[in-house]
Every structure is written in C-alpha cells, then in structure tokens.
C-alpha cells in the first residue's frame, strides 16, 4: 500500500490518498472522491504510507470514457457559465462570475466569482439549481485566485507564478521591498492582480542574512589602508559591498570608492525598533503602511 499526493488543479493543494496499484507512477490521472465529488486528478508524489495513517483510497486510474465524460462537463459548464452572468445580470448583483466547473459525476457545479462587497446571491442559486439540477455552489474568490484563472503575463516577461506553480498565497509586505532595497513604487511593486509581488519573497531570507552583515547608510566607517574615515551612501545587498564617501571633513577631498565589506570596521548603531503600522487586507498577501 503507498500514499500517492494527487493535485486536481494545475496548482491546486496535494491531497493524499491510499492506492495498492504498484504500476501507478508520478503523472498518472487518476480518479478519487472529494469534497465536491468525483474528480480527475494527478499524481504528484508517492510516498510510503505511515504508521496508523487512516486516508481515503483512489477509486481508479482514469480511463478514456472518464476523459470524455470530463469533456462533457466542461461543456456544460461552460453553458452554465453563461447562464449565470445573464441571470446575475437580470438580477442586478454586483459582482464578476469568472468560471464554473462540474465534478466528474456531475453532482455538483461550482461557480467562481470576484465581488468587492458581499453579495447576497440566494435567488440566483435557486434559479440555477432549477435549470441544471445539480448541487450548487458560489464560491467568492481573491484578486490573486482571479488572475490564476487565466493566462496572464508578470512584469518579467514570464507567465505569472500563482499560475505556474505557486500553491498557497503567503503574505507579501512592503518591509520585504524596503529590505531589499527596492524603491517604493506601488505601480511597480504590484503584480497583475494589484497585489505586492509574490516574488518578494523568493529571496527574502537571503537579502536578511546579509543585511545583518552590513553597516547602514549615513554610517561611519573604518576602511583597512585608508587613513580617514568614511560615511556609507549606499549598500550592494547580494554583493555584500558599500560605497563610501571619503573627506566627510573636508568636503574638498570628497571621494567615492567602492569596497566589498570584510575592509570595513564600524560599530553598528543601536537603532529603535521601527514601529510600523500594518494593515492586512482580505487574503493576507498586501500589507501597506
């Protein structure tokens, strides 16, 4: 018996379930019961069942007939999709339904939609559940989860992360772009969702370390083979080196050089800490001052 991680979403959370079929191996479709019904997923880890673990068992790897009823539903999603953006409308509710999707079985239809508000959308349920038959779910969604809905470009060039491999959404502060060094500019500093970028925190640990290493701007240091003292105006964090201005006595003799910080010697300053006030907004992944 081995516990399988099967992924039903591109970059949805792994579930975990049991399977005694030794020929399953990573990237097989399978079919298993969920929460919403019978859905196809896909093996993304294989791992040794522990001791006591008590999980569900797959039903099935997914044969050809279970592809071609998938393709059905998402056929008939997609009517239902429309259906619901006309009946929303009709009803007047301010909000934007983006996707529907039907379980395997077709017990079950879920409709995803972004709102600013809360939304009261009680009758648009019944009328959809007269229609289609189905259990029904609206499910109110994040701008972060509305952006993975499609394929949409980052500021680099590149498909964005929450779409590609991103699973969960940690929270993104404006300190992680003050520590890097980052100018504050919320225009630059926002993904396509509006939102900090999540790649802030690819590197943030990294940038930490090394922060810890350098002196701070408007610092005074000692430089080995230089006989004056020096003032820090700026700091190459990954580089782990500092511009130093040099005649901070005699402004005449001002000079700029660059040094890599084992030449330096300073005594740190005992900063307060920095009191700052934060506010979380709806999934916790924007945090302005």
């Known amino acids: 018996m081995k516990k399988v991680g099967i992924r039903f979403k591109r970059t949805g959370k792994l579930s975990f379930y049991l399977t005694d079929d030794d020929n399953l191996n990573i990237s097989d479709s399978v079919v298993a019961d969920t929460d919403k ?15 006591n673990e008590e999980l569900q068992k797959i039903k099935r790897i997914a044969t050809e007939e279970d592809f071609s009823i998938q393709k059905e539903m998402d056929e008939k999603a997609k009517e239902a999709l429309i259906f619901c953006k006309e009946q929303a409308k009709k009803l007047d ?10 379980t395997l079985d077709g017990t079950k239809l879920t409709i995803y939609f972004v709102s600013e508000d809360r939304v009261d ?17 609206l499910r109110q969604i994040g701008p972060r989860d509305e952006v993975r809905e499609y ?10 992360c929450c779409r590609t491999h991103l699973q ?5 502060t404006i300190k992680m772009a003050k520590e890097q060094g980052l100018q504050i500019n919320m225009s630059k500093l926002s993904g ?8 802030l925190r690819y590197e943030e640990e990294l940038y930490k370390e090394n922060l810890k290493k350098l002196p701070k701007v408007g610092e005074i240091v000692r430089v080995k083979g230089e006989k004056e003292r020096g003032k820090i105006t700026s ?10 201005r040099f005649g901070i006595d005699d402004e005449d003799e001002e000079r700029y050089e ?12 005992q900063n307060k800490k920095e009191e700052e006030t934060e506010t979380i907004e709806n999934d916790n992944s924007e945090i302005v001052e």
């Open 37 to 51: 019904g019978e859905e196809i997923g896909v093996v993304a880890k294989i791992l040794d069942v522990e001791e």
């Open 93 to 102: 509710l301010d909000m934007k339904v983006l996707t529907a999707e039907y």
């Open 121 to 137: 959308f009680r009758e648009l349920v019944k009328i959809i559940a007269s229609k289609y038959r189905a259990r029904i779910e």
């Open 151 to 160: 394929p949409t470009l980052g500021m680099c060039g590149k498909e964005v």
């Open 168 to 172: 969960n959404f940690d929270p993104v």
């Open 192 to 199: 396509a969702c509006g939102k900090l970028m999540c790649c």
């Open 235 to 244: 700091v190459d964090i990954l580089n782990l080196s500092v511009k130093v």
């Open 258 to 269: 660059t040094y890599p910080v084992e030449k330096l010697k300073w005594t740190p300053k």
